[in-house]
């Protein structure tokens, strides 16, 4: 979380923690499929198999960059200038227009929280950012609705067991890239 010179606003980023166990997720699963469409002379030639590896990682990246930015008119999703605006849309929405923070179920089970305006729309409030006690907390400030209720869809020790099994994944991978180079 950042506080810009004037302290009123806030700039929130994912979560370093979430950031780095999902983009090494990413390289776990991918990085051994060239080697193995080499070795068993797959009809999805590794070149194509490197460039559309490279393409998702990039596409990840991207959806990774997403800042929440907090400030005394309203808050607002932003991505990156580079991150193009049909792959991931940024929304604002200004304090007067939060009518009510609704929690909605998930498909597994979870809650998370949606903003709704005034005119019945709804906003998925960013539960990943590092800083999300402060960002509810702020919410809370600027439109009087009680967010005391309202915790992570995630918890950190759940990105970190995450992380360790991504990281023992990554040393089964360099067995198989090695056992694989040296079949060639």
């Known amino acids: 979380m950042t506080a810009l010179a004037n302290n009123s606003t ?18 776990a699963l991918t990085i051994p499929l060239p080697f193995l469409a080499k070795v068993t002379a797959a009809p999805v030639p590794p070149i194509w198999l490197w460039i559309g ?31 193009p605006q049909w792959f991931r ?17 998930t498909g597994q089970g979870g809650l998370v929280y949606y903003f709704l305006s005034q005119e019945g729309k709804a906003y998925l409030l ?11 907390r702020e919410v809370q400030a600027k439109t009087g609705i009680d967010t005391t209720s309202v915790i992570p869809l995630s918890q950190p020790w759940m990105y970190l067991i995450l992380l360790v099994f991504t990281l023992l994944l990554l040393l089964v991978d ?11």
């Open 89 to 105: 849309r940024g929304w604002s929405l200004s304090w007067s227009e939060v009518k009510e923070l609704k929690p909605r179920t």
């Open 10 to 27: 806030f700039i929130f980023r994912l979560s370093p923690l979430i950031r780095i166990t999902l983009l090494s997720l990413y390289v």
């Open 53 to 83: 590896i490279g393409i998702g990682f990039i596409a990840l990246y991207a959806a990774l960059s997403e800042r929440v930015i907090l400030d005394d008119q309203g808050i607002q999703v932003t991505y990156p200038l580079w991150v």
């Open 174 to 184: 360099a067995w198989t890239v090695t056992t694989a180079i040296a079949f060639n």
């Open 126 to 136: 960013p539960m990943r950012v590092a800083g999300f006690a402060k960002l509810v």
